[in-house]
Each structure stands twice: as structure tokens, then as C-alpha cells.
């Protein structure tokens, strides 16, 4: 069901929406009340209403980001049936354009970074940590499916924002070595 003002949690539901969009445009020092508001659309006492203030609101945005975020992740990796395929997996989220767009990388970014100083904000991101490793855990042995969850974490903001991103093959070989493979040549 699509979310609109009048449906319940409606307008709740857009302004969180709209959240993300100002920290994603405006970086989180940006962000204000009458931002959010215009971008949701919705009167500017309404985010008083709803929320007991700011830092709940990015709280809240930065939940359903990170749910959002691990439902992708999720999605894709559960396909796999064999650690290979979980291998080429996590390439494709690494090398995909529905994982690494700007909007979702410049919310890691503000992510961490509000996050860093949020102790609830710091649970959320372990908690969807968590989830990735144990997914990742139906192939790979804890420690290892540790490791490749820092290096997707880490690769897709370098896939992103270096001026010359590894190619696919390289970084399907790097998932490859990290995983154990017997063959993971350049």
C-alpha cells in the first residue's frame, strides 16, 4: 500500500521519508525542521507532532535506512546457493547500480558520521551488521563472513568515490581471496 497523508502513519511515514531526502541533499548539519517540511510537503507544526525532535526524526530516518539498506542486502545474497554464487553476489551489490547510487552512499556518509556520536544510532548499525554477517554465515565461517562484510562496506563507498573504481573482475577476485577460493587471480 502505497503511503499517502491520509492513510495512518501516513504523513508520519512521509516526513521520515523526506528526512532522508534533506540529510541525502543537505548533509546532516543541514537538515532543518522547515526543510524536511518542505520537502515532505506537510506543515511545518507537524513535525513537532510527530516527532519530540530532530534527533529522533534522524533516528528514526536513519533506522529505516539501514532496514532498507539490509533488506537489499538480504535480498540479494539469499539467492545465492553456494559461496561462489554468494561471492558474485556480493559483487553485484559492490558493482550495482540499485546498492551504490549517490543518494544511498552520501546517507552512509551522514550515517556514520551522526551516527559515530548516537549511541542508539551505533546499535542499529551493529544490529544491521549483525544481520549481513549471519547471512553471509550460511556459506562462510564467522570470521570470514565478517571480513567480507567490512569489505563490501568499505569497497562500495570506494566504488563510488574514486576516480578510478577497481574493475568488476578485480573485485570479484578480491571478494574471491578473502573468501578462500582456490582461484582468485587478477
Known sequence: MIQTESTPGGRRDIIVDATLKAVAEYGINGVTHRKIAALAGVPLGSMTYYFTGIDALLEEAFCRFADRMSESF???????????????????????????TPHNM????????????????????????????????????????????????????????DSAPLERGEIRAMLGRIAGEADHHL
Open 74 to 100: 538480504i535480498h540479494h545474497i539469499g539467492q545465492a546457493h553456494n559461496p561462489s554464487m554468494a561471492c558474485d553476489a556480493l559483487t553485484d551489490l559492490i558493482c550495482g547500480a540499485y546498492m551504490t
Open 106 to 161: 552520501e546517507l552512509m556518509y551522514q550515517l556514520y558520521a551522526y551516527g559515530s556520536r548516537k549511541p542508539g544510532l551505533k546499535l542499529v548499525m551493529q544490529a544491521w551488521m549483525r544481520r549481513s554477517q549471519a547471512l553471509l554465515e550460511h556459506w562462510f565461517d564467522p570470521v570470514t563472513a565478517r571480513a567480507l562484510d567490512a569489505f563490501v562496506e568499505g569497497m562500495t563507498l570506494h566504488y563510488v568515490t
